[in-house]
């Protein structure tokens, strides 16, 4: 996460950007269909963090392109990722936590970049919600990847903590979160006192970061069977997927 996201265009696309004639008076004009597309199936890996407010608009985004391109069917899984390690689990309030990990003054200037993006997306930020420990959300984002739910998860738990602003490490929000996807409540509940999945999840962590993925979103495009990858970070604007589906369907 960056405090002020901007959008660019990932080095990856960017000859495919100008091979379709889109740089002009350097500036990008992009197409918003992907009608050259063939059928395909894309997986995606998306490497994110549930208190990262860039990640649940950089979700929006995906969606918003994936509407654009109704011939694009695309396998979504989401991987765990820690913005800073060591947050306490009781929370601390985020302008407090803005303020003292960055050393920022004008804390609402950020707030306002970030609400206007938001709204453009459909999503209403909560300015009073907690910043803390993350674990147990991606335990319980992993739960559900096991029990085929794990997109429904993502965004109850992103929905809960961003526009309710609930505690992010809140066991009882976790559960309601899993319960109002159809979850037994006391099964979640259980599952939460454990440390079930707790070693998969830091592995999955410590995998991202030993490949050098150092902020989120960060978004992975495929093919199965094929080793090249299309990837870039950020919640870059819905042209952005729509050019990465067309490039790792040429691949």
């Given at each position: ?70 011939n694009v069917k695309v396998n ?45 997306v459909g999503i209403e930020f ?126």
């Amino acid at each position: 996460m960056r405090l002020s996201q901007r959008y660019f265009i990932p080095s990856v696309l960017f000859n495919s950007f100008k091979k379709t004639n889109l740089h002009k008076s350097n500036k990008l004009f992009f197409s918003t269909t992907s009608t050259t597309m063939s059928e395909k199936v894309i997986d995606c890996t998306v490497i994110s963090d549930s208190i990262c407010p860039w990640c649940y608009v950089g979700k929006k985004k995906l969606e918003q392109a994936l509407q654009d391109a109704p011939n694009v069917k695309v396998n979504i899984t989401y991987k765990p990722f820690f913005l800073r390690d060591g947050l306490p689990k009781e929370g601390v309030p985020i302008n407090e936590y803005l303020s003292k990990a960055y050393g920022m003054r004008d804390i609402s200037r950020v707030n306002d970049h970030l609400n206007n993006v938001g709204r453009e997306v459909g999503i209403e930020f909560n300015d009073k919600r907690l910043i803390a420990n993350t674990l147990d959300s991606h335990r319980l984002i992993e739960y559900a990847r096991q029990k085929g739910k794990q997109l429904e998860m993502v965004e109850a738990i992103f929905k809960r903590y961003f526009v309710g602003g609930t505690c992010i490490s809140d066991e009882k929000m976790l559960a309601d979160c899993a319960e109002s996807i159809g979850f037994d409540r006391q099964e979640v509940l259980k599952y939460l006192e454990s440390d079930e999945n707790k070693d998969k999840v830091l592995n999955d962590i410590r995998d991202s970061k030993n490949k050098r993925v150092s902020g989120v979103p960060y978004f992975i495009f495929s093919t199965p069977g094929n080793p090249k990858k299309v990837s870039f970070s950020g919640a870059q604007p819905k042209e952005v997927f729509l050019k990465a589906f067309e490039a790792v369907d040429k691949q």
